[in-house]
């Protein structure tokens, strides 16, 4: 099935990114359909297969095909701005306008990686591996955030509707949860209240064993918003552009304190 059949079949538009390492750039295969003969994308004919091969290749798991890597590597790990640019000014589809377009962006979970600044200067294990491992997930990770914080900012409020589920993979935002007992005990825990921030902490997105208390986070979390904004809305804090389910861990205070002490910058080894 080609893309274009699949949007026909399917009476749904489709965006589908992938990393061109050839050319070094993001590649968009699209299909938005004009009307019930035309559809409109440079790539609307290529299997529907080989796109999701392409964006699916992720490195260091899969092989890349051919030239092409998992669309989520680098910038574009949240690809919400690049779907609203592709329908509102690209597509020609009539039925993409200003004001009236809601994107829903459903994020996989965020997997925290709070160092302790005592650390930061001799961090665990070899430094490359270390730094190369940390680079790689705050790269994909600060990228959703800035286009999130775009989208949430007043200017593009009244442009699209923008609606972002995220969690964070810690015991504060899973204690927002409505909590629920395990069939069998996962990772040591009988119930999703009783998981510790060193499970989570540990638990790499990538690694079957967790799927189960992936699954069973999504599972509730997915109560959690059907009773409160039913996704209706952006699951922000009340008076706050800031996830509701994502923690921060800011420490104003200390940063204030030390950032505006001459004694404590001299003391700050420079190598």
């Not at 999701?52 to 890349?64: G, H, I, N, Q, R």
């Not at 996989?108 to 200067?121: M, R, V």
Request: hydrophobic content about 40%; charged content about 20%; some cysteine.
């Amino acid at each position: 099935m080609t893309l274009k059949e699949a949007a026909a079949l399917y009476q749904t538009d489709l965006l589908i990114t992938a990393k061109d390492m050839a050319a070094g750039e993001e590649t968009f295969f699209t299909a938005f359909r004009l009307d019930d003969e035309k559809t409109n994308g440079t790539y609307a004919n290529i299997l529907l297969r080989s796109a999701l091969e392409a964006s699916m290749s992720a490195p260091t798991y899969f092989a890349p095909l051919e030239r092409f890597v998992d669309g989520g590597t680098t910038t574009y790990n949240n690809p919400s701005s690049a779907a609203i640019i592709e329908a509102l000014n690209y597509s020609g589809n009539p039925g993409y306008q200003y004001g009236k377009v809601t994107v829903i962006s459903m994020g996989t979970g965020i997997s925290p990686q709070f160092i302790d600044p005592a650390q930061s200067k001799n961090p665990k294990g070899p430094d490359i591996v270390f730094w190369l491992n940390w680079l790689m997930t705050e790269m994909g990770q600060d990228a959703s955030d800035m286009q999130t914080d775009l989208l949430r900012s007043p200017r593009f409020r009244d442009l699209v509707d923008y609606r972002r589920f995220q969690i964070s993979f810690d015991t504060a935002a899973l204690k927002k949860l409505p909590n629920c007992h395990f069939q069998e005990p996962l990772h040591g825990h009988n119930s999703l209240h009783e998981v510790t921030d060193k499970t989570l902490y540990n638990m790499d997105m990538a690694d079957v064993k967790y799927y189960a208390l992936v699954k069973a986070i999504g599972r509730q979390m997915g109560q959690y918003i059907e009773a409160g904004n039913g996704f209706a809305s952006d699951l922000v804090l009340k008076n706050k552009v800031r996830d509701e389910l994502v923690t921060a861990r800011g420490d104003v205070s200390t940063i204030l304190s030390q950032m505006s002490s001459h004694q404590w910058l001299q003391n700050q080894p420079l190598d």
